[in-house]
């Protein structure tokens, strides 16, 4: 149960990185 926690979690990080990185390469 914690373990899927953490995972949905990483992966909102994830998306939060990837969207970070998009935005640096536009610039």
Do not use: R, S
């Given at each position: 149960?914690?373990?899927?926690?953490?995972?949905?979690?990483?992966?909102?990080?994830?998306?939060?990185?990837e969207q970070v990185v998009?935005?640096?390469?536009?610039?």
């Amino acid at each position: 149960m914690e373990h899927k926690v953490n995972d949905d979690f990483l992966g909102c990080l994830i998306k939060d990185l990837e969207q970070v990185v998009n935005d640096q390469k536009l610039n």
